[in-house]
Nanobody
Framework: QVQLVESGGGLVQAGGSLTLSCVAS????????MGWFRQVPGKEREFVAA????????TYPDSVKGRFTISRDNAKVTVYLQMNSLKPEDTAVYYC????????????????????WGQGTQVTVSS
C-alpha cells in the first residue's frame, strides 16, 4: 500500500501563487508516476500534471501548461505542484495520485490509471 498526504491548499487571489505538497509513504518503490488531479462538485476528476520518480519527463494539459509546474524530491518522497497566475477556474479540490509501475507511459492523464489517492486539499481562487 501507498499512502499520500497533500497539503498547501488555501485561499488566494486571482493572479497569485500556491504550492501544493504530497508526501508519499509505504511501498512507494512499487510506483512509477505521480500525478495531480483536481475536481469540482458535479464534474469528473481533471488531470493537472504528472511526473515520474526518475524525472524523465513531465506532462500537463493545455489548461495549466505554462502556469503550473510539477516537481519531486526523491529524498523526501514528496511531489510538489507550483501553481502560478491562478485563475478562479482553478478552484477545486486537488488530489495527489500514484500509479503502480507499468511497462509503458500511456494514460497518464486518466484518473483510472492511478492506484493510490490522497485525501485532497482545497484550492480557492477569488476574483
Amino acid at each position: 500500500q501507498v499512502q499520500l498526504v497533500e497539503s498547501g491548499g488555501g485561499l488566494v487571489q486571482a493572479g497569485g501563487s500556491l504550492t501544493l505538497s504530497c508526501v508519499a509513504s509505504g511501498r512507494t518503490f512499487s510506483t512509477d508516476f505521480m500525478g495531480w488531479f483536481r475536481q469540482v462538485p458535479g464534474k469528473e476528476r481533471e488531470f493537472v500534471a504528472a511526473i515520474s520518480w526518475t524525472g524523465i519527463g513531465t506532462t500537463y494539459p493545455d489548461s495549466v501548461k505554462g502556469r503550473f509546474t510539477i516537481s519531486r524530491d526523491n529524498a523526501k518522497v514528496t511531489v510538489y505542484l507550483q501553481m502560478n497566475s491562478l485563475k478562479p477556474e482553478d478552484t477545486a479540490v486537488y488530489y495527489c495520485a500514484a500509479r503502480t509501475t507499468r511497462l509503458n507511459n500511456l494514460g497518464l492523464g486518466r484518473a483510472d490509471q492511478y492506484d493510490y489517492w490522497g485525501q485532497g486539499t482545497q484550492v480557492t481562487v477569488s476574483s
